[in-house]
């Protein structure tokens, strides 16, 4: 079989655009494509141990592959949240002057029930459910 130049010379430009093609669009459907391995559902975990928090103050623990908030209110209530920001996903914090829950990206405020008060968020914080073990806090998810 007889190829002339111009054949061989169009199979290898139109090879490596196949390649070049591949190499760009491969790394983009990996990005777009979501993990294989499916996220734990974490019913509850320990945040704390007790006399880790005084009154008014907070506490950032983790939920799973979240974040949690765990407040004890100045009355010495507990009181544990998602720590994610209703806004733009951004991780809150308890704030001790405030005596409130605030988000330093937009300044969203939440008041100790989760509600959101101040700034741009538009709905409450998901509130989890706290109970004392011994000397451990565990944080449970609501059901």
Sequence with gaps: MDTSRRTF????IGASGLGLAGSMLYPLFKYMSPPRGAEQSVSSVVAAHAGDLKPNSGKIFKFGSRAGLLVMTPAGQYKAFSATCTHLNCIVQYREDMQHIWCACHNGQYDLQGKNIAGPPPR???????QVKGADIVVLRRA
């Design 124 to 130: 409450p914080l998901e509130e989890y459910d706290v």
């Design 9 to 12: 010379l169009n199979w290898v």
